[in-house]
């Protein structure tokens, strides 16, 4: 059972290591920064054994990708087309699955500026987003019944904004008037997005 669970683990090495190789070419062997992904179009080469599990966990063949800065690397080549999600260099394209979001939103901060509050989202992957009009907020109705909040972070790509920045966002929400219907929402870098109607979170225990 050892030496099968040994070959088992070589395979998943081996193909990463192909993986790898392939996104850091495609990549220029840059960890930080983003390739031009939205300007490669390279056939579809099937589809790859990995997945993204809701928790933000890469899967290779079934097992948790453990390596930080490989996780990185493959997110920079991440696209999503026609809800799809697929990892694209500039010759091939493989399609992975996604559980929920791509990415998850575990840290925020609050600023301000001429237009007011600011918010900014550490993904993770280590990227920094700032919530502004091109990269919004939207919220969904969870499992439980309640809100589930999404940031924007590029090109359809979003990242799940985790249970305890919820409550955070909740506790900085703001009543505005929106198509004159009062409604609770965040408001950020002079955009506001709008979480529930006001009358509901103000009824909500």
């Given at each position: 059972m050892a030496k099968q669970g040994q070959m088992a683990q070589g395979k998943i090495n081996?193909?990463?290591?192909?993986?790898?190789?392939?996104?850091?070419?495609?990549?220029?062997?840059?960890?930080?920064?983003?390739?031009?992904?939205?300007?490669?179009?390279?056939?579809?080469?099937?589809?790859?054994?990995?997945?993204?599990?809701?928790?933000?966990?890469?899967?290779?063949?079934?097992?948790?990708?453990?390596?930080?800065?490989?996780?990185?690397?493959?997110?920079?080549?991440?696209?999503?087309?026609?809800?799809?999600?697929?990892?694209?260099?500039?010759?091939e394209k493989v399609g992975i699955t996604v559980d929920d979001a791509p990415f998850l939103a575990v840290e925020m901060e609050k600023q301000a500026d001429e237009s007011g509050p600011r918010l900014r989202f550490r993904t993770n992957v280590d990227d920094w987003v700032d919530c502004d009009a091109d990269h919004r907020l939207r919220f969904e109705t969870a499992a439980d019944g309640g809100l589930m909040p999404y940031l924007h972070v590029r090109a359809d790509l979003w990242a799940k904004v985790t249970r305890a920045l919820y409550y955070d966002l909740v506790d900085i929400g703001e009543e505005r008037v929106v198509d004159g219907k009062p409604m609770f929402g965040i408001a950020s870098a002079g955009a506001f997005f709008a979480m529930a109607d006001a009358e509901q979170m103000r009824e909500a225990p």
């Open positions: 081996a193909g990463l290591e192909g993986l790898t190789t392939a996104a850091t070419q495609a990549t220029g062997g840059k960890v930080r920064g983003l390739p031009p992904v939205h300007l490669w179009n390279p056939p579809f080469c099937g589809d790859l054994d990995m997945r993204i599990a809701s928790d933000g966990t890469w899967y290779y063949l079934g097992s948790p990708i453990g390596r930080v800065a490989l996780v990185r690397l493959f997110s920079t080549i991440l696209k999503r087309e026609d809800g799809k999600h697929f990892l694209v260099t500039p010759v």
